[in-house]
């Protein structure tokens, strides 16, 4: 048997696993996505943005009431829908100052900290004009098919 087939044969075996095939999907979106460029400090990241929980985006007061529940309250106020009063458009951020800096730094969610990583793993593309751009790289050598067309549609998704 060779390498190859044994690495086919091990990866068709690991992807049965659900637990198992989300791990290696968040290693190759960490490993495989770099981010280049620095921060213009334009705001762009804090206003009119979405909140995404297991990567899906909070679009009501409800989903948005169960989220501030699980989690630590977030500073971001809900821009509702002008059609719709129960449909969130978007949400901006209370913490931020004139200066597009953020007022309480050392407090801000782990999502502002982890900034721009945070939107490859939501699987989201950044704000535009935050100075900061994704480059993806060759899938893995060991690269399931299953895990490639997952990278193909990541790639779209994230606009590269």
């Known amino acids: ?39 213009q400090h334009t705001g762009r990241c804090c206003k009119k943005i979405m909140i995404y929980t297991q990567n899906r985006a909070i679009q009501t007061q409800k989903e948005f009431i169960q989220f501030q529940e699980n989690k630590n309250p977030l500073p971001f106020i809900p821009n509702y829908n002008q059609k719709n009063s129960e ?50 790289s060759s899938p893995p050598k060991w690269a399931h098919p299953k895990l490639i067309q997952k990278i193909k549609v990541l790639q779209k998704k994230l606009e590269l």
């Not at 050392?106 to 945070?118: F, G, H, T, V």
Request: hydrophobic residues 30%.
């Open 1 to 39: 048997m060779t390498i190859v087939s044994l690495l086919d044969r091990l990866n068709e075996t690991l992807l049965q696993s659900k637990k198992i095939e989300d791990w290696l999907w968040e290693w190759v979106k960490i490993e495989g996505f770099k981010i280049t460029g620095q921060c």
């Open 87 to 136: 449909k969130i458009d978007s949400f901006d951020c209370q913490n931020l100052s004139q200066y597009n800096t953020c007022k309480d730094y050392q407090n801000r969610p782990l999502a502002c900290k982890n900034y721009p990583q945070s939107n490859i793993l939501s699987e989201t593309p950044l704000y535009e004009g935050c100075g900061y751009r994704i480059q993806s």
